[in-house]
Protein backbone atom coordinates (compact mmCIF):
# COMPACT_ATOMS: atom_id res chain seq x y z
CA UNK A 1 0.00 0.00 0.00
CA UNK A 2 1.17 3.50 -0.56
CA UNK A 3 1.03 6.53 1.17
CA UNK A 4 -2.13 8.34 0.29
CA UNK A 5 -0.80 11.98 0.21
CA UNK A 6 2.65 11.60 -1.09
CA UNK A 7 5.61 14.19 -1.16
CA UNK A 8 4.46 17.37 -0.23
CA UNK A 9 7.67 19.69 0.06
CA UNK A 10 8.35 20.31 3.59
CA UNK A 11 8.99 24.05 3.26
CA UNK A 12 6.55 27.55 3.24
CA UNK A 13 5.32 28.25 0.05
CA UNK A 14 3.36 32.14 -0.85
CA UNK A 15 1.46 31.03 -4.25
CA UNK A 16 -1.48 33.49 -3.31
CA UNK A 17 -2.44 35.93 -1.05
CA UNK A 18 -4.02 33.80 2.14
CA UNK A 19 -6.39 33.41 2.39
CA UNK A 20 -6.16 32.92 -1.49
CA UNK A 21 -9.47 33.08 -4.06
CA UNK A 22 -10.26 29.44 -3.94
CA UNK A 23 -10.24 29.67 0.22
CA UNK A 24 -12.63 32.45 -0.27
CA UNK A 25 -15.08 31.13 -2.66
CA UNK A 26 -15.64 28.03 -0.50
CA UNK A 27 -15.60 30.71 2.51
CA UNK A 28 -18.38 32.16 0.89
CA UNK A 29 -20.50 28.61 0.40
CA UNK A 30 -19.88 27.94 4.35
CA UNK A 31 -20.95 31.51 5.59
CA UNK A 32 -24.02 30.45 3.48
CA UNK A 33 -23.91 26.45 4.47
CA UNK A 34 -22.28 26.22 8.00
CA UNK A 35 -23.55 27.59 11.31
CA UNK A 36 -22.37 31.12 12.52
CA UNK A 37 -21.97 29.73 15.71
CA UNK A 38 -18.71 28.13 14.68
CA UNK A 39 -15.76 30.65 13.72
CA UNK A 40 -12.87 29.63 12.33
CA UNK A 41 -9.16 31.27 12.79
CA UNK A 42 -7.32 31.03 9.15
CA UNK A 43 -9.82 30.49 6.49
CA UNK A 44 -7.39 29.14 4.47
CA UNK A 45 -9.27 25.59 3.39
CA UNK A 46 -6.88 22.78 3.40
CA UNK A 47 -6.73 20.04 0.26
CA UNK A 48 -3.83 18.05 1.33
CA UNK A 49 -0.91 17.69 4.06
CA UNK A 50 1.86 15.69 4.84
CA UNK A 51 4.38 16.70 8.37
CA UNK A 52 4.19 19.62 9.56
CA UNK A 53 2.42 21.42 6.21
CA UNK A 54 -0.56 21.87 5.37
CA UNK A 55 -1.18 22.78 1.67
CA UNK A 56 -4.58 24.69 0.64
CA UNK A 57 -6.82 24.84 -1.84
CA UNK A 58 -4.57 27.97 -3.14
CA UNK A 59 -1.69 25.96 -3.53
CA UNK A 60 0.07 27.66 -0.27
CA UNK A 61 2.00 25.42 2.02
CA UNK A 62 1.54 26.34 5.59
CA UNK A 63 3.77 25.59 8.51
CA UNK A 64 1.33 24.08 10.95
CA UNK A 65 2.23 25.24 14.60
CA UNK A 66 -1.12 23.84 15.67
CA UNK A 67 -1.53 20.38 14.94
CA UNK A 68 -5.41 20.99 14.90
CA UNK A 69 -4.98 21.76 18.68
CA UNK A 70 -2.47 19.00 19.99
CA UNK A 71 -3.93 16.55 17.91
CA UNK A 72 -1.34 15.90 15.08
CA UNK A 73 1.49 14.83 17.38
CA UNK A 74 3.00 12.23 15.12
CA UNK A 75 2.39 14.48 12.25
CA UNK A 76 0.12 14.78 9.37
CA UNK A 77 -0.54 11.56 7.06
CA UNK A 78 2.05 9.44 8.75
CA UNK A 79 2.41 6.46 6.51
CA UNK A 80 1.72 4.06 9.87
CA UNK A 81 -1.07 5.34 10.26
CA UNK A 82 -2.59 6.20 7.03
CA UNK A 83 -2.05 2.38 6.32
CA UNK A 84 -3.38 1.56 9.56
CA UNK A 85 -6.63 2.92 8.98
CA UNK A 86 -7.24 2.08 5.34
CA UNK A 87 -6.22 -1.91 5.97
CA UNK A 88 -8.92 -1.59 8.90
CA UNK A 89 -11.64 0.31 7.04
CA UNK A 90 -11.42 -2.59 4.68
CA UNK A 91 -11.74 -4.81 7.14
CA UNK A 92 -14.65 -3.56 9.22
CA UNK A 93 -15.66 0.11 10.44
CA UNK A 94 -18.37 -0.02 13.00
CA UNK A 95 -19.76 -3.25 15.06
CA UNK A 96 -20.61 -1.04 18.23
CA UNK A 97 -18.25 -2.89 20.75
CA UNK A 98 -21.04 -3.58 22.99
CA UNK A 99 -22.63 -5.57 20.44
CA UNK A 100 -19.54 -7.48 19.13
CA UNK A 101 -16.29 -6.89 20.41
CA UNK A 102 -12.83 -6.97 18.64
CA UNK A 103 -9.52 -6.92 19.25
CA UNK A 104 -8.70 -3.38 18.46
CA UNK A 105 -10.44 -1.60 21.53
CA UNK A 106 -9.02 -4.20 23.65
CA UNK A 107 -5.42 -3.28 22.42
CA UNK A 108 -5.65 0.20 22.77
CA UNK A 109 -7.00 -0.15 26.52
CA UNK A 110 -4.14 -2.28 27.28
CA UNK A 111 -1.91 0.63 25.98
CA UNK A 112 -3.53 3.13 27.86
CA UNK A 113 -3.17 1.12 31.21
CA UNK A 114 0.17 0.63 30.56
CA UNK A 115 1.78 4.39 29.59
CA UNK A 116 -0.42 6.18 32.01
CA UNK A 117 0.81 6.68 35.60
CA UNK A 118 0.05 4.48 37.93
CA UNK A 119 1.85 1.29 38.58
CA UNK A 120 -0.88 -0.69 39.31
CA UNK A 121 -3.82 -2.73 37.61
CA UNK A 122 -6.43 -0.60 35.66
CA UNK A 123 -8.80 -0.46 33.36
CA UNK A 124 -9.94 1.68 30.32
CA UNK A 125 -12.99 2.93 28.78
CA UNK A 126 -13.20 4.59 25.24
CA UNK A 127 -15.77 7.55 24.09
CA UNK A 128 -15.73 9.62 20.85
CA UNK A 129 -14.54 13.01 22.10
CA UNK A 130 -12.46 14.73 24.93
CA UNK A 131 -15.37 16.18 26.58
CA UNK A 132 -17.46 12.77 26.50
CA UNK A 133 -14.18 11.34 28.73
CA UNK A 134 -14.69 14.08 31.07
CA UNK A 135 -18.21 13.52 31.45
CA UNK A 136 -17.42 9.86 31.66
CA UNK A 137 -14.54 10.27 34.45
CA UNK A 138 -17.39 12.53 36.63
CA UNK A 139 -19.90 9.52 36.33
CA UNK A 140 -17.20 7.04 37.24
CA UNK A 141 -16.19 8.91 40.46
CA UNK A 142 -19.40 10.11 41.22
CA UNK A 143 -20.33 6.09 41.69
CA UNK A 144 -17.03 4.99 43.03
CA UNK A 145 -17.06 7.69 45.69
CA UNK A 146 -20.86 7.83 46.01
CA UNK A 147 -20.52 11.60 46.32
CA UNK A 148 -21.50 14.42 44.26
CA UNK A 149 -19.35 17.60 43.98
CA UNK A 150 -17.19 18.07 41.37
CA UNK A 151 -14.11 20.86 41.88
CA UNK A 152 -12.92 22.67 38.83
CA UNK A 153 -10.65 25.85 39.35
CA UNK A 154 -10.54 29.23 37.35
CA UNK A 155 -9.47 28.91 33.62
CA UNK A 156 -10.28 25.46 33.23
CA UNK A 157 -11.84 23.71 30.27
CA UNK A 158 -13.21 20.21 29.59
CA UNK A 159 -15.56 20.89 26.88
CA UNK A 160 -18.95 22.36 25.56
CA UNK A 161 -21.27 19.38 26.37
CA UNK A 162 -23.99 20.14 29.31
CA UNK A 163 -21.73 19.05 32.16
CA UNK A 164 -18.71 19.85 30.52
CA UNK A 165 -19.85 23.81 29.81
CA UNK A 166 -20.25 23.79 33.88
CA UNK A 167 -16.88 22.29 34.29
CA UNK A 168 -15.56 24.93 31.97
CA UNK A 169 -14.62 28.38 33.39
CA UNK A 170 -15.04 30.81 30.72
CA UNK A 171 -17.98 32.42 29.71
CA UNK A 172 -17.65 33.73 25.76
CA UNK A 173 -17.94 32.09 23.83
CA UNK A 174 -18.28 29.02 25.37
CA UNK A 175 -21.37 29.30 27.80
CA UNK A 176 -23.35 32.69 27.06
CA UNK A 177 -26.77 31.82 27.05
CA UNK A 178 -26.37 27.97 27.16
CA UNK A 179 -27.30 27.39 30.40
CA UNK A 180 -28.76 26.46 32.65
CA UNK A 181 -25.97 24.10 33.46
CA UNK A 182 -25.22 20.80 35.59
CA UNK A 183 -25.46 21.34 39.42
CA UNK A 184 -22.83 19.94 41.61
CA UNK A 185 -19.76 22.07 40.09
CA UNK A 186 -17.59 24.21 42.41
CA UNK A 187 -14.83 26.47 40.72
CA UNK A 188 -11.98 27.41 43.21
CA UNK A 189 -8.29 29.14 42.31
CA UNK A 190 -5.87 27.39 40.50
CA UNK A 191 -1.95 28.37 40.59
CA UNK A 192 -1.08 30.94 38.01
CA UNK A 193 2.20 32.25 38.97
CA UNK A 194 2.57 35.27 36.58
CA UNK A 195 -0.99 36.62 37.66
CA UNK A 196 -0.92 35.87 41.41
CA UNK A 197 2.66 35.67 42.41
CA UNK A 198 2.29 32.33 44.93
CA UNK A 199 4.40 29.23 45.31
CA UNK A 200 2.77 25.74 44.78
CA UNK A 201 2.62 25.51 48.52
CA UNK A 202 0.89 28.77 49.03
CA UNK A 203 -1.58 28.11 45.91
CA UNK A 204 -2.40 24.60 46.66
CA UNK A 205 -3.11 25.75 50.83
CA UNK A 206 -5.64 28.59 49.32
CA UNK A 207 -7.22 25.98 46.84
CA UNK A 208 -7.99 23.84 49.79
CA UNK A 209 -9.20 26.36 52.06
CA UNK A 210 -11.58 27.17 49.67
CA UNK A 211 -12.87 23.78 48.82
CA UNK A 212 -12.92 23.00 52.53
CA UNK A 213 -15.35 25.55 53.36
CA UNK A 214 -17.31 26.52 50.52
CA UNK A 215 -17.86 22.60 49.77
CA UNK A 216 -16.63 20.53 52.20
CA UNK A 217 -14.51 17.78 52.02
CA UNK A 218 -16.61 14.98 52.23
CA UNK A 219 -18.99 16.13 49.91
CA UNK A 220 -15.84 15.92 47.07
CA UNK A 221 -16.35 13.43 44.65
CA UNK A 222 -13.55 14.39 42.44
CA UNK A 223 -11.10 17.20 41.72
CA UNK A 224 -10.60 17.56 37.66
CA UNK A 225 -8.06 19.36 36.78
CA UNK A 226 -5.64 19.89 33.48
CA UNK A 227 -2.03 19.69 34.39
CA UNK A 228 -1.11 22.71 32.40
CA UNK A 229 -4.35 24.17 31.34
CA UNK A 230 -4.63 24.16 28.07
CA UNK A 231 -7.41 26.53 26.01
CA UNK A 232 -7.53 28.78 29.30
CA UNK A 233 -3.44 30.27 28.60
CA UNK A 234 -0.89 26.98 28.49
CA UNK A 235 -0.82 28.27 32.83
CA UNK A 236 1.83 25.98 34.04
CA UNK A 237 1.08 25.92 37.81
CA UNK A 238 3.54 26.46 40.51
CA UNK A 239 5.75 23.37 41.36
CA UNK A 240 4.03 21.46 44.45
CA UNK A 241 0.91 22.55 43.43
CA UNK A 242 -0.44 19.07 42.02
CA UNK A 243 1.20 16.99 44.54
CA UNK A 244 -0.24 19.31 47.08
CA UNK A 245 -3.83 18.84 45.75
CA UNK A 246 -2.93 15.23 44.70
CA UNK A 247 -2.63 14.70 48.71
CA UNK A 248 -5.25 16.33 50.17
CA UNK A 249 -7.43 14.26 47.63
CA UNK A 250 -6.31 11.05 48.78
CA UNK A 251 -6.57 12.07 52.35
CA UNK A 252 -10.03 13.23 51.69
CA UNK A 253 -11.48 10.07 49.81
CA UNK A 254 -11.28 12.38 46.87
CA UNK A 255 -10.26 10.95 43.05
CA UNK A 256 -7.85 13.25 41.38
CA UNK A 257 -9.10 13.63 37.91
CA UNK A 258 -6.03 14.83 35.45
CA UNK A 259 -7.19 15.71 32.29
CA UNK A 260 -4.90 15.09 29.91
CA UNK A 261 -6.74 15.77 26.97
CA UNK A 262 -4.63 18.54 25.96
CA UNK A 263 -1.00 17.24 27.46
CA UNK A 264 -1.34 13.62 26.89
CA UNK A 265 0.94 11.47 24.32
CA UNK A 266 4.29 13.04 24.60
CA UNK A 267 3.83 16.71 24.20
CA UNK A 268 4.88 17.83 27.44
CA UNK A 269 8.38 15.83 26.91
CA UNK A 270 6.23 12.78 28.65
CA UNK A 271 3.68 10.52 28.06
CA UNK A 272 1.79 12.25 30.42
CA UNK A 273 1.61 15.97 31.80
CA UNK A 274 1.37 14.64 35.74
CA UNK A 275 4.55 12.71 35.15
CA UNK A 276 6.75 15.87 35.74
CA UNK A 277 5.12 16.90 39.00
CA UNK A 278 5.89 13.69 41.10
CA UNK A 279 2.46 12.16 41.87
CA UNK A 280 0.04 9.57 40.34
CA UNK A 281 -3.61 10.84 39.36
CA UNK A 282 -6.50 8.83 40.10
CA UNK A 283 -8.18 8.96 36.84
CA UNK A 284 -7.02 10.07 33.80
CA UNK A 285 -8.92 11.37 31.07
CA UNK A 286 -7.13 11.06 27.14
CA UNK A 287 -8.32 12.65 23.70
CA UNK A 288 -6.33 14.73 21.02
CA UNK A 289 -2.85 13.48 20.43
CA UNK A 290 -4.29 9.81 21.09
CA UNK A 291 -4.89 8.75 17.68
CA UNK A 292 -3.59 11.40 14.91
CA UNK A 293 -7.23 12.89 14.42
CA UNK A 294 -9.45 10.22 14.34
CA UNK A 295 -12.14 10.67 17.25
CA UNK A 296 -11.32 8.74 20.15
CA UNK A 297 -11.07 9.19 24.00
CA UNK A 298 -10.16 7.43 27.07
CA UNK A 299 -10.44 7.39 30.90
CA UNK A 300 -8.49 5.13 32.56
CA UNK A 301 -8.22 4.51 36.44
CA UNK A 302 -7.40 1.94 39.47
CA UNK A 303 -9.29 -1.52 38.51
CA UNK A 304 -11.27 -1.03 41.70
CA UNK A 305 -12.23 1.89 40.69
CA UNK A 306 -13.28 1.05 36.68
CA UNK A 307 -14.85 -1.80 37.54
CA UNK A 308 -17.34 -0.62 40.42
CA UNK A 309 -19.66 0.72 37.43
CA UNK A 310 -22.47 -1.72 37.14
CA UNK A 311 -22.87 -3.63 33.47
CA UNK A 312 -23.53 -1.15 31.16
CA UNK A 313 -23.31 1.69 32.79
CA UNK A 314 -20.85 2.41 30.47
CA UNK A 315 -20.72 2.66 26.72
CA UNK A 316 -22.29 4.60 23.58
CA UNK A 317 -23.03 3.73 19.73
CA UNK A 318 -19.12 4.82 18.29
CA UNK A 319 -16.71 4.94 21.56
CA UNK A 320 -13.58 3.13 20.49
CA UNK A 321 -14.74 2.74 17.05
CA UNK A 322 -12.40 0.52 15.02
CA UNK A 323 -10.70 2.38 13.06
CA UNK A 324 -10.21 5.05 15.44
CA UNK A 325 -8.90 2.67 17.52
CA UNK A 326 -6.05 1.35 14.85
CA UNK A 327 -5.14 4.64 13.89
CA UNK A 328 -4.09 5.19 18.29
CA UNK A 329 -2.23 2.00 18.18
CA UNK A 330 -0.69 2.70 14.91
CA UNK A 331 0.28 6.66 15.98
CA UNK A 332 0.83 5.50 19.84
CA UNK A 333 3.51 3.13 17.93
CA UNK A 334 5.18 5.95 16.23
CA UNK A 335 5.32 8.03 19.00
CA UNK A 336 7.18 5.38 21.04
CA UNK A 337 9.16 4.23 18.03
CA UNK A 338 10.15 7.50 17.19
CA UNK A 339 10.77 9.01 20.81
CA UNK A 340 8.47 11.63 20.14
CA UNK A 341 8.75 12.79 24.37
CA UNK A 342 12.09 12.97 23.55
CA UNK A 343 11.44 15.48 20.46
CA UNK A 344 8.83 17.17 22.19
CA UNK A 345 11.80 18.17 25.03
CA UNK A 346 14.07 19.49 22.05
CA UNK A 347 11.49 21.57 20.30
CA UNK A 348 10.90 23.18 23.87
CA UNK A 349 14.56 23.82 23.94
CA UNK A 350 14.63 25.29 20.63
CA UNK A 351 11.95 27.27 20.93
CA UNK A 352 12.42 28.79 24.50
CA UNK A 353 15.98 29.87 23.97
CA UNK A 354 14.51 32.25 21.19
CA UNK A 355 11.38 33.13 22.85
CA UNK A 356 12.79 33.78 26.08
CA UNK A 357 15.90 36.04 24.00
CA UNK A 358 12.93 37.99 22.57
CA UNK A 359 10.94 38.29 25.98
CA UNK A 360 13.70 39.98 27.26
CA UNK A 361 13.76 42.90 24.34
CA UNK A 362 10.26 43.05 23.89
CA UNK A 363 7.82 44.84 26.97
CA UNK A 364 4.26 43.40 25.71
CA UNK A 365 5.86 39.99 25.76
CA UNK A 366 4.29 39.22 29.81
CA UNK A 367 5.83 35.81 30.08
CA UNK A 368 6.91 32.41 27.45
CA UNK A 369 6.31 29.37 29.80
CA UNK A 370 4.97 25.56 29.21
CA UNK A 371 6.86 22.40 28.92
CA UNK A 372 8.28 20.03 26.27
CA UNK A 373 6.18 21.29 22.88
CA UNK A 374 3.46 22.93 24.97
CA UNK A 375 4.48 26.78 24.37
CA UNK A 376 2.50 29.86 25.83
CA UNK A 377 3.71 33.22 24.88
CA UNK A 378 1.74 35.47 27.46
CA UNK A 379 1.08 39.46 26.28
CA UNK A 380 0.31 42.76 28.41
CA UNK A 381 0.60 46.32 27.90
CA UNK A 382 4.01 47.27 28.35
CA UNK A 383 5.07 47.65 31.68
CA UNK A 384 1.69 46.25 33.31
CA UNK A 385 -0.03 42.76 33.52
CA UNK A 386 -3.31 43.98 32.16
CA UNK A 387 -3.80 41.47 28.94
CA UNK A 388 -2.94 42.46 25.45
CA UNK A 389 -5.44 40.37 23.41
CA UNK A 390 -5.02 42.80 20.35
CA UNK A 391 -1.47 42.12 20.12
CA UNK A 392 -2.15 38.55 19.86
CA UNK A 393 -4.15 38.94 17.30
CA UNK A 394 -2.00 41.22 15.22
CA UNK A 395 0.87 38.71 15.91
CA UNK A 396 -1.40 35.94 14.31
CA UNK A 397 -2.64 37.61 11.38
CA UNK A 398 0.88 38.49 10.51
CA UNK A 399 1.88 35.12 10.54
CA UNK A 400 -0.63 33.55 8.87
CA UNK A 401 -0.22 35.91 5.74
CA UNK A 402 3.19 34.94 5.78
CA UNK A 403 2.29 31.11 5.75
CA UNK A 404 2.70 29.81 9.22
CA UNK A 405 -0.23 28.79 11.52
CA UNK A 406 -0.35 29.86 15.20
CA UNK A 407 -3.48 29.68 17.31
CA UNK A 408 -4.26 31.55 20.34
CA UNK A 409 -5.84 30.45 24.15
CA UNK A 410 -6.00 32.59 27.26
CA UNK A 411 -9.44 33.32 29.46
CA UNK A 412 -8.27 36.79 28.35
CA UNK A 413 -7.66 35.94 24.49
CA UNK A 414 -3.95 36.94 24.94
CA UNK A 415 -1.76 34.04 24.61
CA UNK A 416 -0.12 32.91 21.67
CA UNK A 417 0.28 28.59 21.94
CA UNK A 418 2.69 26.86 20.05
CA UNK A 419 1.69 23.44 19.33
CA UNK A 420 3.38 21.43 16.35
CA UNK A 421 3.71 18.38 15.34
CA UNK A 422 6.43 16.63 17.82
CA UNK A 423 7.84 15.14 14.22
CA UNK A 424 8.55 18.75 12.94
CA UNK A 425 11.78 19.27 11.69
CA UNK A 426 14.11 21.26 12.93
CA UNK A 427 14.36 23.70 9.71
CA UNK A 428 10.64 24.22 9.62
CA UNK A 429 10.77 25.02 13.43
CA UNK A 430 13.26 27.65 12.64
CA UNK A 431 11.19 29.05 10.00
CA UNK A 432 8.34 29.24 11.67
CA UNK A 433 9.71 30.40 14.84
CA UNK A 434 11.27 33.28 12.62
CA UNK A 435 8.15 34.48 11.15
CA UNK A 436 6.92 34.14 14.91
CA UNK A 437 9.81 36.57 16.20
CA UNK A 438 9.23 39.33 13.05
CA UNK A 439 6.00 39.30 14.00
CA UNK A 440 6.20 39.82 17.33
CA UNK A 441 9.14 42.65 16.94
CA UNK A 442 6.72 44.76 13.83
CA UNK A 443 4.65 45.05 17.32
CA UNK A 444 6.74 47.72 18.78
CA UNK A 445 7.64 49.43 15.04
N1 LIG B 1 -10.29 18.95 28.00
C1 LIG B 1 -8.09 19.92 28.45
O1 LIG B 1 -8.26 20.91 25.80
C2 LIG B 1 -10.47 20.43 24.01
C3 LIG B 1 -11.36 22.87 22.35
C4 LIG B 1 -11.61 23.58 21.08
P1 LIG B 1 -13.22 17.77 22.78
N2 LIG B 1 -9.76 21.61 23.69
C5 LIG B 1 -10.03 22.21 22.39
C6 LIG B 1 -12.96 24.23 21.11
O2 LIG B 1 -13.00 25.48 21.10
O3 LIG B 1 -13.98 23.51 21.15
C7 LIG B 1 -10.39 19.90 25.41
C8 LIG B 1 -9.28 20.17 26.24
C9 LIG B 1 -9.27 19.67 27.55
C10 LIG B 1 -11.36 18.66 27.24
C11 LIG B 1 -11.44 19.12 25.93
C12 LIG B 1 -12.63 18.76 25.12
O4 LIG B 1 -12.28 17.91 24.08
O5 LIG B 1 -12.62 16.61 22.04
O6 LIG B 1 -13.16 19.07 22.04
O7 LIG B 1 -14.59 17.47 23.29
Redesign the pocket.
Known sequence: MTTAVPGIEQRRILSTEIPGPRSKELHDRRVHSVSAGLTVGLPAYIERAEGSILVDVDGNHLIDLGAG??VMSVGHTVPEVTEAVARQAMHFTHTCFMVTPYEQYVEVCETLNSITPGDYEKRSALFN????A?ENAVKIARLATGRQAVVVVDHA????TNL?MALTAKNMP?KDRFGPFAPEVYRVATSYPFRDGLDGAEAAARTIAQIETTVGRHNVAALLI?PIQ??GGFIVPARGFLAALSAWCTDAGTLFIA?E???GFCRTGEWFATEHEGFVPDLV?T??GIAAGLPL?GVTGPAAIMDAVHEGGLGGTYGGNPVAAAAALAAIEVMRRDDLAGRARTIGAIARTRLDALALETPSIGEVRGRGAMIGIEFVEPGTTVPHAAAVKQVIAACAAQGVLVISCGTFGNVIRLLPPLSISEALLDDGLSVLESAIRDLQA
Open positions: IASGAEVYHGRTYEGEDIQTTAKA
